[in-house]
T-cell receptor, first 116, second 114 residues
Framework: DTGVSQNPRHKITKRGQNVTFRCDPISEHNRLYWYRQTLGQGPEFLTYFQNEAQLEKSRLLSDRFSAERPKGSFSTLEIQRTEQGDSAMYLC??????????????FGPGTRLTVL | AQTVTQSQPEMSVQEAETVTLSCTYD???????LFWYKQPPSRQMILVIR??????QNATENRFSVNFQKAAKSFSLKISDSQLGDTAMYFC???????????FGTGTRLQVFP
C-alpha cells in the first residue's frame, strides 16, 4: 500500500498523559499536513511541513502540541498533558508541490484519540 | 473570516436516483479552489471533484458534477445514478491560492438505499 499511513489507528489514554502519533506520507511527497476532526465537524487545519520545515501552525495548536518532521519523511504529532477536549480524529495528509498551481492532498485513515 | 456551510446534516437517496448536496462558502479572496471530499465509514477521505474558481465551466467527474455559482458563493454537488458505494460523509472545502490550508464544512452524511 503506497498511500498515507498513520499509527496507531486508535489510542485511549487517561487525562494528563502524553501521546504521540506517527504519519508516513506518500514517499515522493514533500508536504505533510495535520488536521483535527472532532465529532460532527469537518477537519480543521493544525499545521503543515514542507520537507522538514514547519511552515504554518494554527492557533488551535496550543503549547501542549508539537509536531516534527525531522528528516522530511515521516512526521510525529505529540500532545502533552492530554485533556478530554483533545479527543478527536487526527488526520494526516501529504502532497507534492511538483503538480503546478494546485497540489492534491491525500489523506491517511486517521488516529482516533480518546482521552478518559 | 473564511468559512464553509453545509446546511444538510443528512441526506438519503434511493439507488439509481439523483441527489444534490448543497454548500456555500465565504471568502474575500478571488483566487481559490473548491472541492468535494468523500469520507466512507471507517475509511480515509478521498477527493471526489474539484473546481477552479476562475473557471466558469462546471466540473464533471463521471457521475459527479458541480453547480458553481461564484457570485452567490455556492458550490453544490450532484450525484447521478447513485450507488450503494456512495454512502459516506461528504465534505465541501476550499483552499486559497498559494496557501495550503484546506477549509472544510461540517459535512453531509449521505445514505444510499437499495
Amino acid at each position: 500500500d503506497t498511500g498515507v499511513s498513520q499509527n496507531p489507528r486508535h489510542k485511549i489514554t487517561k487525562r494528563g498523559q502524553n501521546v504521540t502519533f506517527r504519519c508516513d506520507p506518500i514517499s515522493e511527497h514533500n508536504r505533510l499536513y495535520w488536521y483535527r476532526q472532532t465529532l460532527g465537524q469537518g477537519p480543521e487545519f493544525l499545521t503543515y511541513f514542507q520537507n522538514e520545515a514547519q511552515l504554518e501552525k494554527s492557533r488551535l495548536l496550543s503549547d501542549r502540541f508539537s509536531a516534527e518532521r525531522p528528516k522530511g519523511s515521516f512526521s510525529t504529532l505529540e500532545i502533552q498533558r492530554t485533556e478530554q477536549g483533545d479527543s478527536a480524529m487526527y488526520l494526516c495528509a501529504s502532497s507534492s508541490t511538483s503538480g503546478g498551481a494546485w497540489n492534491e492532498q491525500f489523506f491517511g485513515p486517521g488516529t482516533r484519540l480518546t482521552v478518559l | 473570516a473564511q468559512t464553509v456551510t453545509q446546511s444538510q446534516p443528512e441526506m438519503s437517496v434511493q439507488e439509481a436516483e439523483t441527489v444534490t448536496l448543497s454548500c456555500t462558502y465565504d471568502t474575500s479572496e478571488n483566487n481559490y479552489y473548491l472541492f468535494w471530499y468523500k469520507q466512507p465509514p471507517s475509511r480515509q477521505m478521498i477527493l471526489v471533484i474539484r473546481q477552479e474558481a476562475y473557471k466558469q465551466q462546471n466540473a464533471t467527474e463521471n457521475r459527479f458534477s458541480v453547480n458553481f455559482q461564484k457570485a452567490a458563493k455556492s458550490f453544490s454537488l450532484k450525484i447521478s445514478d447513485s450507488q450503494l458505494g456512495d454512502t459516506a460523509m461528504y465534505f465541501c472545502a476550499f483552499i486559497i491560492n498559494n496557501t495550503d490550508k484546506l477549509i472544510f464544512g461540517t459535512g453531509t452524511r449521505l445514505q444510499v438505499f437499495p
